[in-house]
T-cell receptor, first 116, second 115 residues
């Protein structure tokens, strides 16, 4: 079974600085998708960024980018120019093609604080 | 935008009660999910459904059941609530496997307390 690990339960960053959140996963599959979700204190989980495993190019969405290392099974999230609104729980997630594509596996989350 | 609506943000029930958590999505998604979120444990899948009247157990189905009579609605049922079921419950939906690149869309969550 696939597993997702986020080794940093909590992180903090100064406003306008850059922070990197770590995520590693374990799978024997070659095709899958990886996601980073953000859950602000208001609690609704929203998608931040996604990465297809077959693409070598790292995904980027404005201030958010990933460092995808397929061989190392690593998928870190970099937040540049951090803003107060970035404070949230961040979850790394894996989705496979198996089981009708239902298999989403989430990591335990990293709580990010942004200091003014 | 996809809208996933959970019927209650906060709910307080007593031990032994039968509890219903309702979830409705408006994007005609085939798949719907119920998760439980606890600090340090992330999201754990309770049940999911890939079609009307179809359901599959997730990682922690014990003490729960689900119902999907219509495509847009997915209900989580606590047959006899216990204090260890106090938690945050999240509902999500997603398109079927032919659009596996699509993420899940989540509701706001229900904070359930069992006294």
């Amino acid at each position: 079974a696939q597993t997702v690990t986020q080794s940093q339960p909590e992180m903090s960053v100064q406003e306008a600085e850059t922070v990197t959140l770590s995520c590693t996963y374990d799978t024997s599959e070659s095709d899958y998708y990886l996601f980073w979700y953000k859950q602000p204190p208001s609690r609704q989980m929203i998608l931040v960024i996604r990465q297809e495993a077959y693409k070598q190019q790292n995904a980027t969405e404005n201030r958010f980018s990933v460092n995808f290392q397929k061989a190392a099974k690593s998928f870190s999230l970099k937040i540049s120019d951090s803003q107060l609104g970035d404070a949230a729980m961040y979850f790394c997630a894996y989705r496979s093609y198996d089981n009708y594509g239902q298999n989403f596996v989430f990591g335990p989350g990293t709580r990010l604080s942004v200091l003014p | 935008d996809v809208k996933v609506t959970q019927s209650s943000r906060y709910l307080v029930k007593r031990t032994g009660e039968k509890v219903f958590l309702e979830c409705v999505q408006d994007m005609d998604h085939e798949n719907m999910f119920w998760y439980r979120q606890d600090p340090g444990l992330g999201l754990r899948l309770i049940y999911f459904s890939y079609d009307v009247k179809m359901k599959e157990k997730g990682d922690i189905p014990e003490g729960y059941s689900v119902s999907r009579e219509k495509k847009e609605r997915f209900s989580l049922i606590l047959e006899s609530a216990s204090t260890n079921q106090t938690s945050m419950y999240l509902c999500a939906s997603s398109p079927s496997r032919d659009r596996v690149y699509q993420p899940q869309h989540f509701g706001d969550g229900t904070r359930l307390s069992i006294l």
